[in-house]
Each structure stands twice: as C-alpha cells, then as structure tokens.
C-alpha cells in the first residue's frame, strides 16, 4: 500500500513522525538524490583555548548532535566564507 508523506510543520513534527511510522511504506513518494561528498580529510590543525571556551563549545556541539571537532570546522568553514573577498579569503 503506498501512503502519503504528509506536510509537517516543523522538523520537531516530522521527526515525531518517523519515529513512528516505516520509511519502507512511502517508497513511492521517495526520490532519488545526487551526494556529492567533500574530499577526505587530510591535515590536523590543533588550536589551544581556554577551558571555559572548550566547555561552551562542547554544550554546543552535544544541543546540535555533532562533536566538537565537526562544530568547529563548520565554523571555521563559514568564517572563511563569510570573509570572501577579503584579504583573509581562502578558496
């Protein structure tokens, strides 16, 4: 039997959903995505910062789902995004 998927008002509510129903009923509404996957990591970058700076982006990265070391890439990749343009850039 294919269902419906249906429109959710926030993420809250779709991820109740799901944790309630099988995906396997809603294959026909599902389509096919391209994943383009970013190059393997290959260097190691190590910053020192105080403990309390730690502690707080520790809080953050757990609220998000995430480490902390993917926390902090992601905000070292927006900074870099964010400063285009500037003398600072990288491409």
Same mark, same amino acid.
């Given at each position: ?22 995906? /396997? ?20 970058? /190590? ?22 070391? /993917? ?21």
């Amino acid at each position: 039997m294919n269902k419906k998927i249906p429109k959710f008002k926030s993420i809250k509510e779709e991820a109740k959903f799901w944790d309630n129903h099988d995906v /396997t009923d809603y294959l026909s509404e599902l389509k096919p995505v391209k994943l383009k996957f970013e190059k393997e990591k290959q260097e190691v970058l /190590t910053v020192r910062i105080q403990a309390s700076i730690k502690d707080k982006m520790e809080g953050l990265a757990k609220k998000h789902g995430i480490n902390l070391s /993917t926390l902090a890439r992601i905000w070292l990749i927006d900074k870099l995004r964010q400063s285009k343009g500037s003398s600072l850039a990288v491409s």
